[in-house]
């Protein structure tokens, strides 16, 4: 990521959000490990964070 502020911007993004609650938040809303690694190209038209 080029900058702290990029970071955040892509870890708001939607489907980062809906991928952490659906995957790796308990129903008491802990987070018991997570492990994230994703090798791909963002797709087209995607929710590009505003900067």
């Given at each position: ?17 809906e ?33």
């Amino acid at each position: 990521m080029a900058s702290r502020e990029a970071f955040e911007s892509h870890c708001n993004r939607r489907e980062i959000q809906e991928f952490f609650a659906t995957h790796v938040v308990s129903p008491e809303g802990d987070v018991h490990h997570a492990n994230v690694c994703v090798y791909t190209d963002e797709p087209h038209g995607y929710d590009a964070p505003t900067l």
